[in-house]
């Protein structure tokens, strides 16, 4: 049985198909890149995957269990974390807190929770800034910490979308990094990504998305030289 | 005809609140936020145009120019002090605007109601009537001149500031900034600039409304707290920042009060629009026409 | 060295904000040794009044952003259930106040569901139509409630004193809950959902359910308050729900610093008893009021208490920073 198992799910806004009969399936264990050009539809479907959304059409099942009609905090129980492309934190409470929530929402102990946050403080380079509100963090830091958030506690399934948009080199190493340990670890992921280079260094699979369609779905090499794929992105180039 | 004479008498009554609920849209279309002390400036409406009579003597056609100059400059200030940081350059206070904007504006109503009473006096003062005749017969229905000419007066008024917002170069800015504030500004349009005329519109409007009506209802410090909520219910009915929806709604709240103060409770009229307003963030958020109540 | 890491920060700040309640109550509970005049410990008994009804507002506008007009309804309510209970039934206070609390918490939490999806400015619009609702409501049901001329409510006790302690108990009492409640993981929840509830949601936390918990118990602290005041004043009108009561309420938790615990009771008492000087003067007390909450909330969002906060920060920094130096 799959880890999550998207079968021909449909979305319109207005007149716009947004997805039209998406499907593929992703295992368990497996870090898939999501790459396709602007308006794709690989946000609506992270929407539809994380409760924001609802689908018209379709179905989702994470390891077998439908999730049509669940709220986000839900989904968010039954293990499916995600980042925000514009990053969403707690401004006015401190680092250390923002990933307490987390932690304490998912069921940790008070305990459990604090020595978890000290660990990923650890793991992100944020640990000095730990009692500093998340409002004064830098772009930067402000993805590391919603990252951070998404691990808490480790998630089923992790929807990363677009974590390296406007990230400072290094930082993008420590993220790069932490999903490479992660994903050694046995984590699940989905990487929703413009940046080619680090989707060739991370994900052994990646699916191409182009008018709300899957166009591609197989190893990233594969995927990247594929004639279909580079005419949707130099057809977007040329419009 | 008690029909045709609740009907009349409603929809007069929807021109003045028409008045106050357009530039209560226009502002929360341009800022998104809900004016608290928009009912202020029909007191301070209603106080100018009453007062410049009394004290000066001048014509009441004088007075209800000044009292919409009054609006107009009170409404410019308010935007200059108050309104500036929910839009210019402060960041950090993306998150706490709504929390800003309602207490500032809450504050900014308990400031003026009580600087006109200790200015003033907490007494009503009778504003001028228009004309002097008492009755005009409308058909069958009888009305008094004032209320016939006031709202006469009020549906010029709207025609002009619909035409301004439609047509005009600032309006037509007015509405880009609406619609997409950074858009608009990428555009090279001024979007403080906009922000403040829209500001100085609103009050004097609502001053206007204030001026016209001050006869009817007479100025007191906190004569503006009803028209103010009336206005509420008119813009979540009419759809937040639609001024044709506040125009609509305004007319319909006006008849539904004048029938449901005869047919339903006399007592009870005044939460008729409360209910309404409830009932329709409840279940259609985006009222009539505008845009919706809820974002995620 | 890494658990005290973790002690630092909120908790401290929380532990920080206790003492100095506590500080501030004791201070309450030595007055009536210094003032002696009835009339003056009235005027503090109605100041706990506001000082409950402002810390109930700050749980659900400071701590989980529901920016709510309807505080004052809810004294209202609590106030006229009990009222109305011992004018119809003869139900005694023990009665009549738990049944306020209930009262109030159970529409409180109608309430919440209502607004539940609204945000900022439908949610204000949403809760002070409420409050004008429930308020012409008690004002026209001339029958039941008499109306604008008001209910008289029986008194408790025989003793000023006696309702003072009182009300500084259940103060003392509303205090603690809220420090012992925002200490635990549901500070950490409410805070989340005001600051951003989408994230808030991404990241497990229950909304509905919390917001729901807020309104509720927020409306059940102001119900209580309400009944209390309704005992001591022996007297109940619809003007308890005006919105200039909500006004009042609304500036003593900006002026103290919104989402601080010290901050809207040590406010509530110095609004309210300034205001009772400032009568004397002319009765400027609501233009200074009104003056304070825009400046506030336009230049010191963190009210009185982040003034202090950070002045005492930067006392205590200079000596480091000399040391430091040298």
């Known amino acids: 049985m799959p880890c999550l198992l998207i079968d021909r799910v449909s979305k319109s806004f207005g007149g716009i198909k947004a997805l039209d009969r998406t499907s593929f399936t992703v295992d368990a264990g497996e870090l898939v890149g999501l790459i396709g050009p602007n308006g794709s539809g690989k946000t609506t479907l992270i929407n539809i995957l994380s409760g924001y959304l609802a689908a018209d059409a379709g179905r989702v099942d994470l390891d077998g269990r439908p999730t049509g009609g669940l709220r986000p905090e839900t989904l968010a129980a039954l293990g499916v974390q995600r980042t925000f492309q514009l990053t969403r934190s707690f401004p006015r409470m401190s680092t250390l807190d923002n990933l307490l929530v987390a932690g304490s929402a998912l069921g940790l102990s008070q305990e459990a929770a604090e020595t978890r946050a000290l660990e990923l403080l650890e793991d992100l380079a944020l640990v000095r800034l730990m009692h500093l509100d998340a409002g004064h963090l830098s772009g930067g830091q402000l993805k590391l910490l919603e990252f951070g958030a998404c691990f808490m506690v480790p998630p089923r399934i992790a929807l990363l979308d677009e974590p390296f948009a406007a990230v400072h080199p290094t930082m993008k190493e420590i993220m790069a990094g932490f999903i490479r340990r992660r994903h050694a670890a046995g984590q699940t992921f989905i990487l929703v990504s413009h940046d080619m280079p680090v989707i060739v260094e991370l994900c052994p699979r990646t699916i191409c998305m182009n008018a709300g369609a899957v166009i591609a779905d197989e190893n990233t090499r594969a995927v990247l030289t594929d004639p279909v794929v580079i005419e949707a992105y130099l057809g977007e180039a040329a419009a | 005809m008690l029909t045709l004479d609740l009907a009349i008498n409603g929809l007069i009554i929807g021109v003045f609140y028409a008045l106050m609920a357009i530039g209560l849209s226009l502002i929360f279309g341009i800022l998104k936020v809900v004016n608290f002390a928009h009912g202020e400036f029909y007191m301070l409406g209603a106080y100018a145009y009453t007062l410049a009579g009394l004290l000066l003597g001048i014509s009441p056609w004088i007075s209800l120019p000044f009292a919409f100059l009054v609006g107009m400059i009170v409404g410019l200030i308010v935007e200059r002090l108050l309104m500036r940081p929910l839009y210019s350059g402060y960041t950090s206070w993306a998150v706490m605007r709504d929390e800003y904007a309602v207490i500032v504006t809450f504050g900014l109503s308990l400031l003026l109601i009580n600087l006109v009473d200790k200015i003033v006096g907490p007494y009503a003062y009778k504003g001028p009537a228009l004309v002097d005749v008492t009755r005009i017969a409308l058909g069958p229905v009888l009305i008094s001149g004032h209320r016939l000419i006031a709202a006469l007066a009020g549906i010029g008024v709207i025609i002009a500031t619909g035409l301004i917002v439609r047509y005009s170069y600032w309006g037509r800015q007015i509405q880009a900034v609406a619609q997409n504030r950074l858009g608009a500004s990428l555009a090279g349009i001024d979007t403080a600039k906009a922000s403040a005329i829209v500001f100085a519109l609103a009050g004097g409007l609502a001053a206007v409304s204030g001026a016209l009506l001050a006869n009817i209802f007479n100025p007191t410090p906190d004569v503006g707290v009803f028209p103010a909520i009336k206005s509420y219910v008119i813009v979540v009915l009419g759809g937040m920042g639609s001024v044709p929806g506040s125009i609509v709604a305004s007319l319909i709240l006006g008849v539904l009060e004048s029938f449901g103060g005869v047919y339903i409770s006399y007592q009870y009229r005044d939460t008729f629009g409360l209910v309404i307003l409830i009932l329709v963030l409840m279940f259609r958020p985006q009222g009539l026409f505008g845009e919706r109540a809820r974002d995620v | ?326």
């Not at chain 3, 001591?232 to 500036?251: K, M």
């Open chain 3, 1 to 326: 060295m890494k658990a005290e890491d973790v002690q630092g920060g909120t908790r401290a700040r929380m532990r920080t904000e206790l003492l100095v309640s506590l500080g501030i109550l004791a201070a309450v509970a030595l007055l009536p040794a210094i003032v002696a005049n009835e009339y003056w410990r009235g005027v503090f008994i109605v100041s706990m009044y506001f000082a409950m009804l402002a810390a109930a507002w700050n749980l659900l506008a400071g701590y989980t952003g529901q920016l709510s007009l309807a505080p004052a309804a809810f004294g209202m309510i609590g106030g006229y259930v009990t009222g109305l209970l011992s004018y119809h039934y003869n139900a005694p206070p023990m009665v009549g106040i738990p049944a306020a609390i209930v009262v109030s918490g159970l529409i409180g939490f109608v309430l919440g569901r209502i607004v539940l999806r609204l945000r900022g400015p439908y949610l204000a619009l949403t809760t002070l139509s409420f409050a004008e609702i429930v308020r012409l409501i008690i004002s026209n049901s001339i029958e039941i409630t008499r109306g604008d001329l008001g209910l008289n409510v029986p008194g408790i006790f025989d003793h000023r004193l006696a309702y003072y302690y009182a009300m500084l108990a259940v103060l003392l009492a509303v205090q603690l809950g809220l420090y012992f409640l925002l200490r635990t993981p549901a500070g950490l929840y409410l805070r989340a959902i005001r600051d951003d509830e989408i994230a808030a949601a991404s990241r497990g936390v229950k909304i509905v359910l919390w917001k729901t918990n807020a309104f509720t118990l927020s409306a059940a602290i102001s119900g209580l308050a309400g009944a209390l005041y309704g005992h001591f004043a022996q007297f109940v009108s619809p003007e308890l729900g005006l919105i200039s009561q909500t006004g009042i309420i609304i500036s003593m938790v900006v002026i103290g610093g919104l989402g601080t615990l010290p901050g809207p009771i040590g406010a509530a008492f110095l609004v309210y008893i300034a205001s009772e000087f400032l009568r004397g003067f002319g009765g400027y007390q609501l233009i200074v009021f009104a003056l304070l909450v825009i400046i506030f909330s336009r230049f010191f969002r963190e009210g009185l208490w982040g003034l202090l906060r950070r002045a005492f920060e930067r006392a205590r920094a200079r000596p480091a920073t000399a040391q430091a130096a040298e």
